[in-house]
């Protein structure tokens, strides 16, 4: 029996990931479960799955969840999380945090697990600021990273079986979000509740307005460069609206592999659970004939321009070990979107800011986990003086 850390617990994935758990009492068992703030729902996943610890943020909600549950060790902050990744014996851990939050632990959970322990990563920020040193993380302590989101699992089951074979391109496929083909006018009166609406899948509000600005998959070009060692140059994306094809791997010979499914995140989940192995899963069948057309277009329009400035930051770090751009651009990301969803800024902001930030970035190497952070923090100082500090609270 595999055992299982859940962090982001309460999360779409999270709770996704914890009802393949329950589908498979004999081979999981969630051990550790980690929360920010949603306490009501981390009490109904205790009384469900009886973890033996748990990590909270705030000091309130871990002094009730003591009192309430007097056998179970509650982890509380930004340390208890880091230091739960670390203290706690587990097999797996789903690292479905949202945000640069999800870096530490995820460093924390390769150094005290070591070999044998799997990293399932839905957390891509964690490679977007810390690639290089997860990755060689993961390879000295012969800990296993095996993708969660549906495009890199998709590249990852592509790989399979052809472990020493040139790549000859990576494709990244994208919906195009809920604003495929709207224009830069358009784009100017999309609301909150626009941007929340995609059109294929169920994600959370952050992922949900990365998708509509695109700069998730400007994230998922970096995450690629990270997981699979290719040149940024070899990763290419292609808009697919019926979000069927998850991604492609051409080979040197021209051999294309692709991994195809409904749109469910059930399925990268359980694969990372179940890994080498697969699971017998309820996601519905694709019928191939009532589809009848697989549609692929270039990125185009205004959302375009996220994918530029993934490749612009990813040519810095490959042509000068400079990856301070890269946590640039999450960190302003970060406070853009938040700031979008409270109603702070309109949608065309995100991408504009986004833009300013880089510009004014002088990107150089990375030194450690401290600096990444320090680079973090000054990015978002960054995006709020460009969207002006008179129409935003510092967050």
Excluded at 12 to 24: P, R, Y
Excluded at 322 to 336: M, P
Aim: aromatic share 6%; charged share 25%; glycine share 8%.
């Amino acid at each position: 029996m595999k055992r299982v850390a859940v962090f982001g617990s309460t999360g779409s994935v999270g709770t996704q990931a914890l009802s393949i758990i329950a589908s498979n009492p004999r081979r999981l068992k969630a051990v550790l479960l980690a929360c920010r703030s949603r306490i009501d729902a981390l009490r109904r996943q205790i009384e469900q799955f009886r973890p033996s610890s748990v990590a909270v943020e705030r000091p309130d909600d871990a002094v009730t969840l003591r009192r309430e549950y007097p056998g179970l060790n509650v982890y509380c902050g930004k340390d208890g999380l880091n230091e739960a990744a670390q203290a706690e014996q587990y097999d797996v851990m789903l690292n479905a945090i949202v945000g640069v939050a999800g870096l530490e632990p995820t460093l924390a959970a390769i150094a005290a697990g070591g070999r044998g322990r799997t990293i399932a990563l839905a957390n891509k920020e964690t490679l977007v600021t810390g690639g290089r040193f997860v990755m060689s993380a993961a390879a000295d302590a012969g800990a296993a990273i095996v993708p969660v989101d549906s495009e890199h699992s998709a590249i990852f089951q592509c790989l399979m079986g052809n472990e020493g074979n040139a790549i000859r391109r990576i494709m990244l496929t994208a919906s195009g979000g809920p604003f495929r083909g709207y224009s830069s006018e358009r784009l100017r009166t999309v609301t909150v509740g626009d941007a929340l609406i995609h059109p294929n899948w169920k994600m959370g509000r952050k992922i949900t307005v990365d998708s509509a600005t695109m700069v998730n998959k400007g994230l998922e070009i970096i995450e690629a460069k990270w997981l699979y060692g290719v040149e940024t140059s070899k990763i290419e994306v292609l808009v697919h609206p019926q979000s069927i094809v998850h991604s492609l791997v051409e080979y040197e010979d021209g051999a294309v592999m692709a991994q195809l499914g409904f749109p469910d995140m059930i399925v990268p989940i359980s694969y990372a659970f179940s890994y080498p192995e697969r699971w017998a899963t309820d996601v519905r069948n694709i019928d191939l004939i009532s589809l009848r057309t697989l549609q692929f277009d270039e990125p185009a329009g205004e959302t375009r321009r996220s994918l530029d400035m993934a490749y612009r930051v990813m040519r810095e770090s490959e042509e000068g070990g400079r990856d301070s751009a890269a946590i640039a651009l999450n960190g302003a990301n970060e406070v853009l979107v938040r700031l979008f969803l409270d109603g702070r800024i309109a949608f065309v902001d995100i991408i504009d800011t986004l833009e300013r930030v880089l510009d004014s970035h002088n990107s150089r190497s990375v030194k450690g986990i401290d600096d990444i952070m320090d680079i973090d923090g000054r990015a978002r100082e960054s995006a709020l003086s460009f969207v002006g500090r008179r129409r935003v609270a510092l967050l």
